[in-house]
T-cell receptor, first 114, second 110 residues
Framework: KAGVTQTPRYLIKTRGQQVTLSCSPI?????VSWYQQTPGQGLQFLFE???????NKGNFPGRFSGRQFSNSRSEMNVSTLELGDSALYLC?????????????FGPGTRLLVL | DAKTTQPPSMDCAEGRAANLPCNHS???????VYWYRQIHSQGPQYIIH???NNETNEMASLIITEDRKSSTLILPHATLRDTAVYYC???????????FGPGTRLSVLP
């Protein structure tokens, strides 16, 4: 089976712009979670989607949003980019709702905000 | 906050067993222990998980103490490619997200 794929792999944006990242889960997986990783804060949970509905949300401002499509693919959007949004954004998929379900991570999208 | 405590770093000689400890003294009965590792800015890779019993797969063994307050991940014959940050995570069955702590940076030395 193909693993979790994320596009694009690298992205450079400027402050104030918005960005959309895409994640394709492993075939058959219905849950997609997003994480942000920075050197200062480590790996932090953003949100989780299951059956096109957001099921869990981390402690991030409303500029961070996401959605899931009927084929389980997911996108996350960051509006009004700030320098501190520079990070590795990771997507993980699991068969069912996350938690005790094993999550499989993609390679990540590295975002640089200038 | 993460429910686990791990040493920030460890060294291991190539070919020897690497034993990575994790303390999770507040774990509750329905919570699993998961181990992931992350090799230099790649996505975290699943290693193993367990609830009460010890577990073994092709990558590693997981030893959970009888009181479940701590566990040890064992890489039986560490190689240079096992150099990574190892995360121990405690999570339950109710759709809760994984909470990653800072993990243990394992350096396998030649």
């Amino acid at each position: 089976k193909a693993g979790v794929t994320q596009t694009p792999r690298y992205l450079i944006k400027t402050r104030g712009q918005q960005v959309t990242l895409s994640c394709s889960p492993i075939s058959g997986h219905r849950s997609v979670s997003w994480y942000q990783q920075t050197p200062g804060q480590g790996l932090q949970f953003l949100f989780e989607y299951f059956s096109e509905t957001q099921r869990n949300k981390g402690n991030f401002p409303g500029r961070f949003s996401g959605r899931q499509f009927s084929n389980s693919r997911s996108e996350m959007n960051v509006s009004t980019l700030e320098l501190g949004d520079s990070a590795l954004y990771l997507c993980a998929s699991s068969l069912d709702l996350a938690g005790a379900q094993t999550q499989y991570f993609g390679p990540g999208t590295r975002l640089l905000v200038l | 906050d993460a429910k686990t405590t791990q040493p920030p770093s460890m060294d291991c000689a190539e070919g020897r067993a690497a034993n990575l400890p994790c303390n999770h003294s507040t774990i509750s009965g329905n919570e699993y222990v998961y181990w992931y590792r992350q090799i230099h800015s790649q996505g975290p890779q699943y290693i193993i998980h367990g609830l009460k019993n010890n577990e073994t797969n092709e990558m590693a063994s997981l030893i959970i103490t009888e009181d479940r307050k701590s566990s040890t991940l064992i890489l039986p014959h560490a190689t240079l490619r096992d150099t990574a940050v190892y995360y121990c995570i405690v999570t339950d069955n109710y759709g809760q997200n994984f909470v990653f702590g800072p993990g243990t940076r394992l350096s396998v030395l030649p």
